[in-house]
Nanobody, 123 residues
Framework: VQLQASGGGLVQAGGSLRLSCAAPGRTFSRYGMGWFRQAPGKEREFVAAINWSGGSTDFANSVKGRFTISRDNAKNTVYLQMNSLKPEDTAVYYC?????????????????WGQGTQVTVSS
């Protein structure tokens, strides 16, 4: 499956952004989806994940209460709403998909990756 992430940009601390990840095709609901991020000089880290139906979600502790993840299976799209952004949220954000529709937080277990979108939060 091809994943197309978008919505990144430059925002001031305290601001909001919504990332989107589109996965063209008729089988989007078979995939669990996740968002990850990678800052310069750091390893890629888990941000948020959602199962096939949207009924289960999980978040990294660093973003709990500020970020939400959702999906619209009719539009083959998963979203990451990011509020109260901080400079430490600056990174390239990647969406990923895993077969079976399950919720996973482990980077290496995802099957497909998008190209990434840059998020920069200024102080």
């Amino acid at each position: 499956v091809q994943l197309q992430a978008s919505g990144g940009g430059l925002v001031q601390a305290g601001g909001s952004l919504r990332l989107s990840c589109a996965a063209p095709g008729r089988t989007f609901s078979r995939y669990g989806m996740g968002w990850f991020r990678q800052a310069p000089g750091k390893e890629r880290e888990f941000v948020a994940a959602i199962n096939w139906s949207g009924g289960s979600t999980d978040f990294a502790n660093s973003v709990k209460g500020r970020f939400t993840i959702s999906r619209d299976n009719a539009k083959n799209t998963v979203y990451l709403q990011m509020n109260s952004l901080k400079p430490e949220d600056t990174a390239v954000y990647y969406c990923a998909a895993v077969e079976g529709g399950i919720l996973l937080v482990t980077t290496t277990l995802y099957d497909y990756w998008g190209q990434g979108t840059q998020v920069t939060v200024s102080s």
